[in-house]
């Protein structure tokens, strides 16, 4: 069993957490932290991303960034180019509950959480974040940094570029293209392209920011 650091805390870092334990591939040294004092089912801060190098030199060579998107996406980018830099491995982590085609593709350092659907073709960039009972249909192609949130479903054959926010329970139809940087609000049905650093949300989003009640 390798050992494995996480890097930053909070809910989504228990989450990933719950994932490593049952999928029993790593062994948790700990995580970083600014806030010193934190424990979680007895793992401690280890410092801050600062101790990162000191560790890999002690020999850990696995981390995996455990920051959630909401207000963090470009905080992972960074995060993620530095432990590169280091020379740390980013394994991709997914819940035993998880249902995966055979033939699908996912990135380094991605997390795919319980009861999450990628099914056949499709294709997961790295660093992405694939939460609790999201649904990555046939065909779909997902981009580095992007985060489908819990209950999030992508119909067949959709493209989401580069660090977008899938928010909770929302539909994007078939063929639909979403630009880089977008965020699609929680609950909401996309039936037209999104460009990108869009920011759409509501029952039926057809035109930029609009919201048609039902």
Do not use: W
Not at 75 to 84: A, G, I, M, Q, S
Not at 91 to 99: E, G, H, K, Q
Not at 143 to 153: E, I, L, Q
Not at 154 to 170: K, P, Q, T, W
């Amino acid at each position: 069993m390798e050992d494995i650091i996480l890097v930053g805390f909070g809910g989504h870092a228990k989450s990933v957490v719950d994932t490593i334990e049952k999928e029993g591939k790593y062994h948790i040294v700990g995580f970083t932290d600014p806030l010193p004092d934190r424990e979680y089912k007895g793992y401690h801060c280890l410092g801050n991303d600062d101790v990162l190098e000191e560790y890999f030199l002690k020999g850990i060579r696995y981390a995996f960034v455990t920051l959630g998107y909401m207000g963090q996406g470009k905080n992972r980018d960074v995060l993620y180019k530095k432990l590169k830099k280091i020379g740390y491995r980013l394994p991709v982590i997914i819940d035993p509950s998880a249902v995966l085609a055979e033939d699908i593709k996912i990135g380094e350092g991605t997390f795919v959480g319980k009861n999450a659907v990628i099914n056949a073709a499709a294709i997961v960039g790295k660093m992405c974040i694939i939460n609790t009972g999201a649904v990555v249909e046939h065909e779909n192609q997902i981009g580095d940094f992007t985060h489908v949130s819990v209950n999030g479903t992508l119909c067949g054959n959709v493209f989401v570029s580069e660090h977008c926010f899938i928010g909770a329970n929302a539909t994007v139809i078939q063929n639909i293209k979403i630009g880089s940087c977008s965020i699609v609000g929680a609950g909401s049905i996309v039936l037209r392209d999104i460009l990108s650093g869009e920011k759409v949300y509501g029952k039926c989003v057809c035109n930029s920011g609009s919201r048609s009640q039902s």
